[in-house]
């Protein structure tokens, strides 16, 4: 018997239910939050346009970029390198010629290495894995392994990295990122904290480098920053219901604030041309600098989400 689509897709999908209603929904086509309901209030924002195909990464939820990724456009990073001060770790980030935007991570199918079970606090708890294989050594040709494990609170949802490096000879270096989309009523009432004083490359132009004056953040326009050396903790403001919620990060000293108001989301077929004011991205990572792994060792990273469920 033909395997359908449908079946297909059932055995894609993994689900953590902690109960009252709350619930995290991972696909394992590239390991990808595409749900967290919190109360059964959706916390993420996942474009009714988005490709489930399994071959497309999934446009919103909290994709999980792994390797390198374009920084600025190639005509940019060339005028960029005699233009722009550029501090010299950026040199390198020019296009990665032999991948996708972004990395494979969010475009290859992970592993279920543990099952949603219930721990003895009531919270529910999975893991996941990807290993090079023929797919990714053919765009980036080391030995890797990575864990991701994700537990489920009551008004939390917890993200636990592990990279690890088996070669016995060969070092590499990375870069990586939760690609979190938040659902709100309307990003331009989104206020984000724990930027003010910290420096940033604006994407939006050709990558000039500012510093944060304001206390708080606010998206009113096509906005693509990598703020460096950001605190471990971020609160935004307005999410779902006019909430707020917090970003706790460890081993993530970028933060990443995307939306790419409306040309842009014109420009994109998986993203509807009207649904730029309800999604604000807030992003933990490693991107302005690499994070390089010796042989044998491991890297660890983690971020908690947490929702603050009374009115602001």
Known sequence: MATTAAAVAATSV????????????INLHGATVVSWRVNNQEQLFVSKLASFDGKKAIRGGIPFVFRKFLLLPFHMWM???TVFHLPSYLAQFGPWTFGPQHGFARITRWHLDRAPERLHNGDVEAIFSLMDN?????IWNYQFRITYRLILREKELHFHIGVYNP???????????????????DVRRCQITGLQGCHFIDKTREGAIYQEGREVVTVNEWTDRIYQ???QEHVITNVVSGRKMRLHKYNFPDTVI??????RSRE???FGDDEFPNMLCVEAGNVSAPVIL?????????????????II
Request: proline letters at 6%; charged letters at 15%.
């Open 258 to 263: 995307w939306n790419p108001w409306i040309d």
């Open 134 to 138: 023929d797919f990714t050594r053919s």
């Open 229 to 231: 050396h950001t605190p």
């Open 14 to 25: 993994v689900v953590l239910d902690r109960g009252n209603n709350t619930t995290c929904t």
């Open 268 to 270: 994109m077929s998986d």
């Open 167 to 185: 070669s016995k000879d060969l070092s590499f270096s990375f870069n990586m990122l939760l690609h979190t989309y938040l659902k709100v009523p």
């Open 79 to 81: 005028r960029s390198q």
């Open 294 to 310: 010796l042989p044998g060792t491991a890297f660890e990273a983690s971020q908690i989400l947490q929702v603050f469920m009374h």
